[in-house]
T-cell receptor
């Protein structure tokens, strides 16, 4: 079964450094997402991406965050100047087009654990 | 106000017991979508089920069943004859079509511990 893949599985970065988290969504999916989960807390939406542009973003997704689909397969999340509070698990997800029952479910990658020192 | 509430933060059962995880949601939309995801100790999020608001038929999949009650805005999840491998955090999530980005709003999760 096709799956969303994320690399790296664990990223350790010094505070203030830039970090890029990479994702390869399921190949025929059209909608892409980033979520984050601070340790022990709930999963929070960051941003959604469709047709090569951001379709929605949350309050968390401020100017230090950006997303990009640089080619036909990758979907990246960049954090420009990391802070301690950016430490979390970051999940990429993708979903296909709508079917007869409505919205397709989002399939998640295994996550990248980001640790800011 | 919380859009998705999972009041049970942690549940502990003994193997073979049945267990129900509660989910209550809040939305003004007449059409919406509800989901359950499982997060095992390894950390990934595994899709379990999608339910559309206009489809009120309850669903069973093996030992898993879901009870959607529109009148009480609840979408509860029952595991029958629980097993140790069911130990995980379970998240209920809501998608409202009036948001442009298909975002999911997650509940706080319920940690289920199944003891042998």
């Amino acid at each position: 079964e096709p799956e969303v893949t994320q690399t790296p599985s664990h990223q350790v970065t010094q505070m203030g450094q830039e970090v890029i988290l990479r994702c390869v969504p399921i190949s025929n999916h059209l909608y892409f997402y980033w979520y984050r989960q601070i340790l022990g807390q709930k999963v929070e939406f960051l941003v959604s991406f469709y047709n090569n542009e951001i379709s929605e973003k949350s309050e968390i997704f401020d100017d230090q965050f950006s997303v990009e689909r640089p080619d036909g397969s990758n979907f990246t999340l960049k954090i420009r100047s990391t802070k301690l509070e950016d430490s979390a698990m970051y999940f990429c997800a993708s979903s296909g087009s709508w079917d007869s029952r409505g919205n397709q479910p989002q399939h998640f990658g295994d996550g990248t654990r980001l640790s800011i020192l | 106000a919380q859009k998705v509430t999972q009041a049970q933060t942690e549940i502990s059962v003994v193997e073979k017991e049945d267990v129900t995880l509660d989910c209550v949601y809040e939305t003004r939309d007449t059409t919406y979508y509800l989901f359950w995801y499982k997060q095992p100790p390894s950390g990934e999020l595994v899709f379990l089920i999608r339910r559309n608001s206009f489809d009120e038929q309850n669903e069973i999949s093996g030992r898993y069943s879901w009870n959607f009650q529109k009148s009480t805005s609840s979408f509860n999840f029952t595991i029958t004859a629980s097993q140790v491998v069911d130990s995980a955090v379970y998240f209920c999530a809501l998608r409202e079509p009036n948001n442009a980005g298909n975002m999911l709003t997650f509940g706080g999760g319920t940690r289920l511990m199944v003891k042998p």
